[in-house]
């Protein structure tokens, strides 16, 4: 059966996307690895309008109630490995199955990136962890480490300085990237110990983490650390789709109404090349692609 639609990711944008869809009576499903995307991830939302203040994981509940208020199929545990338009049908194909769509919206979002030291690997779930809201009390009134300099490292220290003993914020540049607000959360708290111009060299450890070696401007030292939060970045999961045209970071190349450069196939969040990434941006971009789609099948018709 070929579909209206096809959703990729479930993350804001692809909620808000299958929320539009819905309302527009559209045949289609959404396909995702998980419900949430990085905004389960999150702490504290502050910036969510509607919230003063909400946590990622209730945020991501109440995304899932509207969910299914709509009664929307969610093929979750899926993940997309192609996608490729031929003959004006776009062909999605999955670690289960393959489907068939006249229209699709990638929302697929970003995954983690690796510092790419030895011991990083062999501890990983073993003292190297990527998400402090998955794995953060997993290491409560222990010395951990954050690696980054970016909103997503100071997230995670600013949730680590309520949980842990010690943590230690470990930054390559000489500054921080991130929101002044969060900086100063950081920089005034006693139980985080910054270090600027510091290069992660190794991870060691026996069957879990034991420690993590530094070089700061050439003065080499080990941190006994029970923990290791990787948060440098995140790289876009778009290698699946063919044909479409990407920039240097492998982001969809979008217009402003969230389309390629292959009709009937849009893309929307922090998979894109729009510059901010924000959850209120990638739910703007969902309604926009589910919009841009159905008027897409209208032409067509």
């Not at 949430?36 to 209730?58: H, K, L, M």
């Not at 199955?97 to 929302?107: D, F, L, R, S, W």
């Not at 010395?143 to 600013?158: F, T, Y």
């Not at 970045?233 to 979008?254: H, Y």
Request: aromatic share 8%; charged share 25%.
């Amino acid at each position: 059966m070929i579909m209206d639609l096809i959703i990729i990711g479930a993350g804001p944008a692809g909620i808000t996307a299958s929320v539009y869809a819905s309302r527009k009576k559209m045949n289609f499903l959404v396909i995702t690895k998980d419900i949430g995307g990085q905004a389960a991830w999150s702490s504290d939302v502050e910036n969510y309008p509607g919230y003063q203040f909400i946590t990622g994981p209730d945020l991501v509940e109440k995304f899932q109630e509207h969910l299914q208020k709509y009664g929307i199929q969610v093929r979750e545990n899926e993940e997309a490995v192609e996608l490729e338009k031929k003959d004006k049908i776009i062909y999605i194909k999955t670690t289960k199955e393959v489907y068939e769509a006249k229209t699709a919206i990638i929302a697929a979002g970003k995954r983690v990136k690796e510092i790419g030291v030895p011991g990083e690997k062999e501890y990983k779930n073993k003292g190297v962890a990527y998400c402090v809201t998955c794995d953060g009390l997993l290491f409560a009134e222990k010395d951990v480490a954050v690696v980054g300099g970016g909103n997503s490292a100071l997230d995670a220290a600013i949730q680590m300085m309520h949980i842990a003993n010690k943590v230690y914020l470990i930054n390559i540049t000489d500054a921080f990237m991130g929101d002044s607000i969060m900086q100063e959360k950081v920089k005034n708290n006693p139980k985080v110990k910054i270090l600027h111009n510091t290069r992660v060299e190794s991870i060691i450890g026996d069957k879990f983490v034991k420690g993590i070696n530094i070089d700061t401007q050439g003065r080499k030292e080990t941190l006994n650390v029970k923990g290791i939060f990787i948060e440098i970045g995140l790289m876009p999961n778009s290698w699946f789709a063919k044909g479409l045209d990407k920039n240097e970071k492998n982001e969809i190349k979008v217009n402003c109404a969230n389309e390629t450069n292959v009709p009937g196939i849009f893309a929307a969040g922090d998979v894109t090349s729009v510059p901010e990434k924000q959850i209120v941006i990638a739910a703007g971009d969902g309604a926009k692609a589910a919009l841009g789609a159905f008027r897409y099948l209208a032409r067509l018709k």
